[in-house]
T-cell receptor, first 112, second 118 residues
Framework: DAKTTQPPSMDCAEGRAANLPCNHS???????VYWYRQIHSQGPQYIIH???NNETNEMASLIITEDRKSSTLILPHATLRDTAVYYC?????????????FGQGTTLQVKP | GAVVSQHPSRVICKSGTSVKIECRSL??????MFWYRQFPKQSLMLMAT?????????EQGVEKDKFLINHASLTLSTLTVTSAHPEDSSFYIC??????????????FGPGTRLTVL
């Protein structure tokens, strides 16, 4: 599975959009981009995933560049409860192992 | 969404004792579950894949005789830390993909178990 690169930390003002970038320049055609987050001392929580097209759900939007070498997770109106470590993971969608390999992630601090 | 529970949420034990951690899928069957370990201020590290009815698959560097995994049913996997030592103190987290098997869909994580070995 391709490696991802994320900034170690970011700040965001409450109520503003939080844009979290992820580089995955070695991604291959059958690999999906997943985003999870982990609030302190809890298990990770699934946010969203995508292959090529941009995706949106009730939590966030995922924007994937046309060459698929990078993506951005957008939390449209960040709240204090969105303070967490956000992990971008690239994995083969058809993998029969289902393993998720976590990198270091981005610590997002939402400030009042 | 689907729910995964872990028990206990927190355990303190003496060095040399064994500790069992349970991971249950509450509203779905999981033929596969995953066990992770997380040290303070670090990311999650995958330890092993638990397979219902067969042996677990361990990641490189994880001692299978120290971390015993038993996936006895479609809703329960257990991780036993044998002869625990202070360096085994960590946050242990399990996860399971819904739908009965590994897939590219979202995985559901348990709330974690904090193990402290004195």
């Amino acid at each position: 599975d391709a490696k991802t690169t994320q900034p170690p930390s970011m700040d965001c003002a409450e109520g503003r959009a939080a844009n979290l970038p992820c580089n995955h320049s070695t991604i291959s055609g059958n690999e999906y981009v997943y985003w999870y987050r982990q609030i302190h001392s809890q298990g990770p929580q699934y946010i969203i995933h995508g292959l090529k097209n941009n995706e949106t759900n009730e939590m966030a939007s995922l924007i994937i560049t046309e060459d698929r070498k990078s993506s951005t997770l957008i939390l449209p109106h960040a709240t204090l409860r969105d303070t967490a470590v956000y992990y971008c993971i690239v994995r083969t969608g058809s993998s029969n192992t289902g393993k998720l390999i976590f990198g270091q992630g981005t610590t997002l601090q939402v400030k009042p | 969404g689907a729910v995964v529970s872990q028990h206990p949420s927190r355990v303190i034990c003496k060095s040399g004792t064994s500790v069992k951690i349970e991971c249950r899928s509450l509203d779905f069957q999981a033929t596969t579950m995953f066990w992770y370990r997380q040290f303070p201020k670090q990311s999650l590290m995958l330890m092993a894949t638990s397979n219902e009815g067969s042996k677990a698959t361990y990641e490189q560097g994880v001692e299978k005789d120290k971390f015993l995994i038993n996936h006895a049913s479609l809703t329960l996997s257990t991780l036993t830390v044998t002869s625990a030592h202070p360096e085994d103190s960590s946050f242990y987290i399990c996860s399971a993909p819904p739908g009965g098997g590994p897939s590219y869909n979202e995985q559901f994580f348990g709330p974690g178990t904090r193990l402290t070995v004195l």
